[in-house]
């Protein structure tokens, strides 16, 4: 129920701003519409709907699975995530890749040293020799010093 | 004529050409990020060697082949390999989820045989007819039909119409992302050179289905369990055959309907199919639990599109989407110029590719069932181990699109996304299929009106295909307010209940 409300008014206080901002996009007539007509139809439909939603809201959902939350397993996988975007390049595919594994085995999954770093050595090289030689994706190599023509 | 057809079509070169084309369509159809479209036109350059019936061949076999691909990842991990499988992970990985993740990928590889031959067999004996009836669908037909999806899009959960609908709207706002194909207004991407070009779909799908769910997974993850239970049969049962049956068949129908019209997307034609069969079902109330009329019916639409949308390319030179606007380039390559003449003046051409798909067909049925083993036996690789394989593998797809750190990074926000939303409950399906539809729904809405002059909405009333077609929509709009008016049933939409339960 507040679930439904709270998505509700959150969908209305959207549609509100971005209603705006198509409508500064230029509506333009039905006759030649502009930029902003569709748009703003679309923020009617957000608002209407949340509206909806708020005045009849749905029983409580309880989402399916799993008894305990895992928040740090879920930091830490987040934490690879933004590492591999910033490092992806400075550092290469193969690097970064293997490390986000080794990370994500040994300590998300809590795998042991060496299954990870196995896996995460083997999954990285696997990787970047099929997509980047078989079918010619121009993976970063970084700091890996490959011969040329790789 | 035909006859003829498949003795080009059999010769061993383009045999060769058929095999390599499903093959190569399969894998493409698997991994993410890498769609029919991009594969195609990488492959184009090769064919120009070629002659021109094996490079169609080729070509046709790629596309097909991706059509198969992109269902076997939606059914084992959740994640589409394209829109046209956006619908199967509903009911598929539910499915894969109670360990029928074998039934599954043989009722998805079963359906799309079927759906591909019924719609080559229309295609041959049809197309000038259907190509006529086609060109009657003008922008306001083509407007009408994609808002009856759009609304079909909304129901497609059923734990509350309007949370669907509110996250297909979403879903048409973020289409609306970049800049404006008409007028060149940038529109919401707040100054940036990245979002001119939109939200691409392949980070969105990637980030909202694969990452939401991995990242879902990780924080909800039972200490010992896993979260697939352990493949139970291999193949379909008596009563999955059973069920499945009229699906197929009605799947064909829709699909090949959809996939003639201009803008015949397949997936267009799974959504409808998966709406139609959850409006037909006996218990619709298994849909989105595992239900494998859900998988059965969109898989053969999908295929069944496929093949239709190959009528007003060899009739009239129209292709209807982008893949078969670059088999359209193919032909021009070959010096063959698509259009009623095609099949007087090339009919080694029109024949040689209907029997390729026939060929290409049976081939990819052959090749995927015994895949189905191996498939189901990854799955059997306990989730911890494949965990951060996938995500490997997603940002890896994700990177692959456009050598973007960028798209891997808005994948990975989209993933964000999508965890949130599989925690509160909010189904990402509707909002993607809007997204892919929403585009030529203003487009279309727009040409209509233009077209209207003075008469504006009335247009899209006074013309009868367009007008049915929005009053349906309308109808499935309202039906649970009437049904609440009159007093029908009175059943408010079930909670959901967990996942994990037994078929």
């Excluded at chain 1, 679930?3 to 901002?21: K, S, T």
């Excluded at chain 1, 696997?126 to 011969?147: A, E, K, M, N, Q």
């Excluded at chain 2, 995927?368 to 911890?384: H, R």
Aim: hydrophobic share 50%.
């Amino acid at each position: 129920m507040l679930l439904d409300r709270v998505l509700g008014l959150g969908a209305v206080l959207l549609a509100v701003p971005l209603g705006l901002a198509s409508w500064g996009f230029g509506l333009g007539s039905p006759r030649s519409p502009g930029p902003g007509f569709w748009p703003f139809l679309v923020t009617l439909s957000i608002a209407a709907l949340g509206a909806a939603l708020v005045l009849r809201p749905d029983r409580a959902f309880r989402a399916p699975g799993g008894t305990g939350s895992r928040w740090g397993s879920l930091g830490i996988a987040l934490a690879t995530l933004g590492f591999f975007v910033l490092a992806l390049e400075p550092l290469g595919y193969p690097v970064t890749t293997g490390l986000l594994l080794l990370v994500q085995f040994r300590w998300v999954e809590g795998r042991p040293w060496r299954t990870s770093l196995l896996a995460a050595v083997l999954a990285a090289a696997v990787s970047f020799v099929l997509f980047r030689l078989v079918l010619h994706v121009p993976l970063p190599t970084g700091v890996l010093p490959l011969p040329r023509g790789w | 004529m035909l006859l003829h057809g498949f003795a080009v079509a059999l010769t061993p070169g383009n045999l060769l050409y058929v095999f390599l084309g499903t093959i190569i369509g399969t894998v493409i159809g698997v991994l993410p990020g890498l769609g029919p479209t991009a594969s195609i036109a990488l492959m184009l350059p090769v064919t120009i060697g070629m002659d021109m019936v094996s490079a169609l061949i080729f070509l046709a076999g790629i596309y097909y082949g991706a059509m198969y691909g992109g269902s076997t990842t939606s059914i084992l991990v959740n994640i589409p390999g394209e829109a046209a499988s956006v619908v199967t992970c509903i009911d598929g990985y539910q499915m894969a989820r109670q360990g029928r993740a074998g039934p599954a990928l043989g009722m998805s590889a079963f359906g799309s045989f079927v759906g591909g031959t019924l719609g080559v067999v229309a295609v041959m004996l049809i197309s000038p007819l259907l190509a006529e009836a086609a060109l009657k669908f003008g922008p306001p037909e083509m407007f009408a039909l994609l808002f009856f999806a759009f609304t079909c899009v909304g129901g497609l959960t059923g734990k509350s119409r309007a949370r669907g609908l509110l996250m297909a709207s979403l879903g048409l706002l973020l289409g609306t992302v970049g800049t404006d194909a008409i007028h060149g207004v940038d529109r919401f991407t707040f100054g940036t050179l990245y979002l001119q070009d939109g939200i691409a779909l392949v980070p969105l799908a990637l980030g909202l289905f694969g990452m939401g769910e991995i990242l879902y997974n990780i924080e909800r993850r039972e200490e010992s369990g896993s979260v697939l239970q352990t493949p139970k049969d291999l193949l379909p049962t008596r009563q999955d055959w059973k069920d499945s049956w009229w699906p197929i068949v009605r799947g064909s129908g829709v699909g090949f309907g959809i996939g003639i019209l201009p803008g015949g997307m397949p997936a267009v034609a799974s959504l409808l199919s998966y709406a139609v069969e959850r409006r037909l079902a006996k218990q619709p109330e298994r849909f989105g639990k595992g239900a494998i009329q859900g998988v059965a019916g969109p898989e053969t639409a999908n295929n069944a599109a496929t093949a239709g949308g190959f009528v007003p390319l060899l009739t009239l030179g129209i292709p209807t989407n982008s893949v078969l606007a670059l088999m359209l380039a193919a032909l021009m390559l070959h010096g063959v110029t698509p259009g009623p003449l095609l099949l007087f003046k090339w009919p080694d051409v029109f024949w040689g590719v209907i029997a390729s798909m026939y060929i290409g067909n049976v081939m990819l049925l052959i090749l995927n069932l015994p895949l189905i083993g191996l498939f189901v036996q990854i799955l059997k690789v306990p989730y911890a181990v494949l965990s951060p394989l996938i995500i490997m593998f997603v940002l890896l797809g994700a990177y692959a699109l456009n050598n973007s750190v960028t798209d891997v990074f808005a994948t990975i926000l989209f993933g964000i996304a999508g965890y949130l939303m599989k925690r509160y409950g909010l189904e990402p399906a509707p909002l993607v299929l809007a997204y892919v539809i929403g585009p030529m729904l203003e487009n279309n809405l727009s040409k209509s009106l233009i077209l209207a002059r003075s008469a504006g909405l009335s247009l899209f009333f006074s013309r009868p295909i367009s007008g049915t077609l929005l009053g349906l929509a309308l109808l499935v709009l309202a039906y649970p307010l009437i049904r609440r008016c009159l007093g029908w049933g009175g059943n408010r939409p079930k909670a959901a209940t967990p996942v994990s339960g037994a078929p």
